[in-house]
T-cell receptor
Framework: KNQVEQSPQSLIILEGKNCTLQ??????????LRWYKQDTGRGPVSLTI?????NTKSNGRYTATLDADTKQSSLHITASQLSDSASYIC????????????FGGGTRVLVKP | DAGITQSPRHKVTETGTPVTLRCHQT?????MYWYRQDPGHGLRLIHY???????DKGEVSDGYSVSRSKTEDFLLTLESATSSQTSVYFC????????????FGPGTRLTVL
């Protein structure tokens, strides 16, 4: 069964600090890995998409890494801001009809001043 | 925001009643999806559509049906709502490419009493 596990479930960081979120997956055959940001009460918004051949991708202060051999990904947030408070969801796509995605449970990040 | 709207945004209903949620897009994307999001679970696919009148089941399709009579509209129907269907429902769209961003709507919060 395809699965995506994220850790930690939640974390609190001080404004201006960095943090790293982890994602492990068992999805086969692998197509790509995505990170989404979901603000409270809103739909997820895509941050990055990485294919098998990509091992890092950035979007502003967000940097995602992918190790396809160990089936792990991380999302690094640099110089956190209050607006980074949200849930971050790791999503893995398998090569299958309908572009079906497997979603992790998310990491809830709270940035405090 | 991508041109996706969902209606209603909030609904409270009673067990046993039928409920229809609507997703409307202005992007002319081929693929449309319905997900539910519950605490402790990642987003889970209910049904998806790959064209007008073309739909298929996701992983949690029991108790739900869908219809797509126009490219822009995708309806989700709970034939006889149960308390276990209390959830937040998200519609999403993409054009079907492996690395295409999937855009999510704002969500519908449904409570079944």
């Amino acid at each position: 069964k395809n699965q995506v596990e994220q850790s930690p479930q939640s974390l609190i960081i001080l404004e201006g600090k960095n943090c790293t979120l982890q994602c492990n997956y068992t999805v086969s055959p692998f197509s790509n890995l995505r990170w989404y940001k979901q603000d409270t009460g809103r739909g997820p918004v895509s941050l990055t998409i990485m294919t098998f051949s990509e091992n890092t991708k950035s979007n502003g202060r967000y940097t995602a890494t992918l190790d396809a051999d160990t089936k792990q990904s991380s999302l690094h947030i640099t110089a956190s801001q209050l607006s980074d408070s949200a849930s971050y969801i790791c999503v893995v796509s398998a090569k299958a009809a309908g572009n079906k995605l497997t979603f992790g449970g998310g990491t809830r990040v709270l940035v405090k001043p | 925001d991508a041109g996706i709207t969902q209606s209603p945004r909030h609904k409270v209903t009673e067990t046993g009643t039928p409920v229809t949620l609507r997703c409307h897009q202005t992007e002319n994307h081929r693929y449309m999806y319905w997900y539910r999001q519950d605490p402790g679970h990642g987003l889970r696919l209910i049904h998806y559509s790959y064209g007008v009148k073309d739909t298929d089941k996701g992983e949690v399709s029991d108790g739900y049906s869908v219809s797509r009579s126009k490219t822009e509209d995708f309806l989700l129907t709970l034939e006889s709502a149960t308390s276990s269907q209390t959830s937040v429902y998200f519609c999403a769209i993409d054009s079907g490419g492996d690395t295409d961003t999937q855009y999510f709507g704002p969500g519908t919060r449904l409570t079944v009493l």
